[in-house]
């Protein structure tokens, strides 16, 4: 009876605090990664950083409402309000975090534009095909509600039970003190919505090393390699590496044309020529495969596809927490692009919309000309976006036959959910299942990549001509078993490398780990381009930076790093567990007879210190693609 005559704001303070604290028993419990005891040691550190959040915000409004009769109602009423937009922010927080794994974060709404990120499709079918639990989760906040706006109602004021002004300053000394125990953890403890907010804003959401710079960055240099023949460069840019003996640069002179389509939401399972799973729906890639170089485990290093594009042009991992295309546009990162028009190329780019993946900062940076269908009014199908890009080739080959060209196309029409393009005039019966319909767009995405290939086959350049199709990330088809772990539903793509044999060799397929991150160098080393660089992925045709070829992919809502067959994922909800397992099962048989030892601490460690780097603007100078190695008689020359 003490709790009922208490303030109204302890009463739902501590009701939402409850409802907090199931919404966390729910997330961290139920993953079966992890033993129990794990599982609830991460409770407990969670709950620590939840509850105290909570305390210091109800101790707050309790303050506020204490300094006399005139405020108490109007503070109590303000509360309440600020309490059911928490419930419901801390709600929408946990159900975004389970399906995307990153909660209700700033970045999160900046990279979405807003609210979208609760109105897209991409995360409202997930929830529907959970209604149940959706439906009555939405009823236990609608009573909840109603309960608060009863409590407000029946309140008559300054009773003996209000907390005493000390108590209340106690409360939230306590609640600070909770805030702060879970820094302690050998791990990241995510944190509330309201704290994440806070943090940021406040600018203390940094990535933080566990050990002194000096050996953080060795352990990722140990980690990522070095190419043969090249020395680590700087220590103000300390994944910068190239030759540290002198010699000129070389490009090749014969530098070929380079075509890339990476297409959308491509998913490896459903290609015939990757799995021979299934019936096929993509025939030309099919065939283009057959006369190619294919990499049947390539995965995404990220998703969805502002990271992937990142990776690509850039070789750079995602950031632990943030994303780089929307949270560090003024950061420094050498680009494929931009690098190959330093060597007479021309670059461009064909796209359906650069606002769609945050590219608008980007895309002006890496290509003079990037053209986007959705400006110019016209529809943004794949069958236009592939004609676009004809368009361009050929008109390159008029203006400037002899001129080398990168051109990276963007397709769309396989993006989520998966509809009909209104131009595509085959006939079909409407699909059943969001498989088909995947299939079914697919298909025609691979039609009009069949119509890329042939018109390439009729050019001039065609001997001296490099393509490259690639996935940007693969997607779910069965919305039940959305994760924001880094799993193959979302990461397995696949990689086609077609061109002159003095380039990629025979037609073969590659069973090793590979990734977005492995583009930029495997392009520079066809071009001959051996300036300094500082991309973390290694040349698919050349030895591996380490001693054997490795993946890592990150989201938020996990790790996952890639080596021999195995995979070790790391569940953001289980930071202190490690699950190990085959990579792709049925797909090849693991080289080696056990994962790769590389624990949750490690892998974690790794894509902190590249996240600290990115923050600290420590990636990359333009003036390295100028420096030379310093000649012995001269002494050392001063680096950027």
């Given at each position: 009876m003490r709790f009922l005559r208490a303030h109204p704001v302890i009463r739902v303070g501590l009701l939402l605090m409850a409802l907090r604290?199931?919404?966390?028993?729910?997330?961290?419990?139920?993953?079966?990664?992890?033993?129990?005891?794990?599982?609830?040691?991460?409770?407990?550190?969670?709950?620590?950083?939840?509850?105290?959040?909570?305390?210091?915000?109800?101790?707050?409004?309790?303050?506020?409402?204490?300094?006399?009769?005139?405020?108490?109602?109007?503070?109590?009423?303000?509360?309440?309000?600020?309490?059911?937009?928490?419930l419901i922010a801390g709600e929408a927080d946990l159900a975004v975090a389970a399906v995307t794994g990153v909660g209700v974060t700033p970045t999160a709404l900046r990279t979405s534009r807003g609210i979208r990120l609760l109105a897209s499709r991409e995360f409202l079918d997930p929830l529907l095909a959970h209604l149940g639990a959706v439906a009555a989760g939405l009823l236990a906040s609608a009573g909840v509600v109603a309960w608060i706006a009863r409590a407000v109602r029946r309140d008559r004021?300054?009773?003996?039970?209000?907390?005493?002004?000390?108590?209340?300053?106690?409360?939230?000394?306590?609640?600070?003190?909770?805030?702060?125990?879970?820094?302690?953890?050998?791990?990241?403890?995510?944190?509330?919505?309201?704290?994440?907010?806070?943090?940021?804003?406040?600018?203390?959401?940094?990535?933080?090393?566990?050990?002194?710079?000096?050996?953080?960055?060795?352990?990722?240099?140990?980690?990522?390699?070095?190419?043969?023949?090249?020395?680590?460069?700087?220590?103000?840019?300390?994944?910068?590496?190239?030759?540290?003996?002198?010699?000129?640069?070389?490009?090749?002179?014969?530098?070929?044309?380079?075509?890339?389509?990476?297409?959308?939401?491509?998913?490896?399972?459903?290609?015939?020529?990757i799995t021979g799973a299934r019936a096929s729906v993509t025939p030309n890639l099919d065939a283009l495969a057959a006369r190619s170089v294919v990499f049947p485990t390539f995965t995404s290093n990220g998703f969805p596809s502002a990271p992937s594009i990142m990776a690509f042009h850039?070789?750079?991992?995602?950031?632990?927490?943030?994303?780089?295309?929307?949270?560090?546009?003024?950061?420094?990162?050498?680009?494929?692009?931009?690098?190959?028009r330093g060597l007479g190329y021309e670059t461009l780019h064909v796209g359906a919309d650069p606002q769609f993946t945050n590219q608008a900062a980007w895309l002006p940076r890496w290509y003079p000309r990037a053209i986007e269908l959705s400006a110019g009014g016209r529809p943004a199908d794949d069958r236009e976006i592939i004609g676009r890009g004809i368009e361009e080739i050929r008109r390159h080959d008029a203006a400037s036959p002899g001129q080398p060209l990168f051109e990276f196309i963007a397709t769309f029409s396989t993006h989520y959910p998966f509809e009909r393009p209104a131009d595509d005039d085959e006939p079909a019966a409407p699909p059943a299942d969001t498989r088909a319909r995947y299939r079914e767009v697919l298909h025609y995405t691979d039609r009009e990549v069949g119509r890329l290939t042939s018109f390439l086959a009729t050019r001039p350049r065609r001997e001296r001509t490099v393509t490259i199709v690639v996935g940007d990330h693969s997607f779910y088809v069965d919305l039940r078993k959305t994760s924001g772990v880094p799993e193959n539903d979302n990461l397995w793509t696949a990689a086609i490398v077609n061109g002159p044999a003095d380039l990629v060799g025979a037609p073969r397929r590659n069973a090793g780990p590979a990734s977005h991150v492995d583009m930029a160098p495997t392009i520079l080393a066809m071009v001959g381009d051996d300036r300094p660089s500082a991309a973390l992925?290694?040349?698919?045709?050349?030895?591996?930076?380490?001693?054997?070829?490795?993946?890592?992919?990150?989201?938020?809502?996990?790790?996952?790093?890639?080596?021999?067959?195995?995979?070790?994922?790391?569940?953001?909800?289980?930071?202190?567990?490690?699950?190990?397992?085959?990579?792709?099962?049925?797909?090849?048989?693991?080289?080696?007879?056990?994962?790769?030892?590389?624990?949750?601490?490690?892998?974690?460690?790794?894509?902190?210190?590249?996240?600290?780097?990115?923050?600290?603007?420590?990636?990359?100078?333009?003036?390295?693609?100028?420096?030379?190695?310093?000649?012995?008689?001269?002494?050392?020359?001063?680096?950027?």
């Open positions: 604290l199931a919404g966390l028993a729910a997330r961290y419990f139920l993953p079966s990664a992890g033993s129990i005891g794990d599982r609830a040691v991460l409770f407990l550190a969670a709950a620590s950083f939840h509850v105290g959040t909570l305390t210091v915000i109800i101790a707050t409004f309790l303050l506020c409402s204490l300094v006399g009769r005139a405020v108490r109602r109007p503070v109590t009423i303000l509360a309440c309000v600020v309490f059911v937009v928490l004021g300054p009773g003996a039970h209000d907390a005493a002004p000390s108590r209340v300053l106690l409360a939230m000394g306590a609640g600070a003190v909770l805030m702060w125990l879970p820094t302690l953890a050998p791990w990241t403890v995510a944190p509330p919505i309201e704290a994440s907010f806070a943090r940021e804003y406040l600018g203390l959401d940094r990535a933080v090393l566990r050990d002194p710079e000096p050996e953080a960055v060795r352990r990722l240099r140990a980690a990522v390699g070095l190419p043969t023949g090249a020395a680590w460069l700087s220590d103000r840019y300390p994944l910068v590496y190239g030759r540290s003996s002198p010699a000129a640069h070389t490009a090749r002179p014969d530098r070929p044309d380079i075509i890339v389509v990476m297409i959308e939401s491509l998913r490896a399972e459903e290609i015939a020529s850039a070789s750079a991992w995602p950031h632990r927490r943030k994303e780089i295309v929307t949270d560090f546009t003024d950061r420094a990162f050498e680009s494929v692009p931009g690098r190959l992925g290694s040349d698919l045709f050349g030895a591996p930076r380490t001693g054997a070829r490795t993946a890592v992919a990150v989201r938020p809502g996990g790790l996952r790093f890639d080596r021999e067959g195995y995979s070790v994922i790391v569940d953001a909800r289980t930071p202190n567990h490690t699950e190990r397992r085959v990579a792709f099962p049925g797909l090849f048989p693991p080289a080696a007879p056990i994962a790769p030892d590389v624990s949750a601490a490690q892998l974690t460690d790794w894509v902190t210190t590249w996240s600290y780097l990115i923050e600290r603007n420590r990636v990359w100078n333009d003036q390295w693609l100028s420096w030379s190695p310093p000649a012995p008689s001269i002494g050392v020359r001063k680096s950027p």
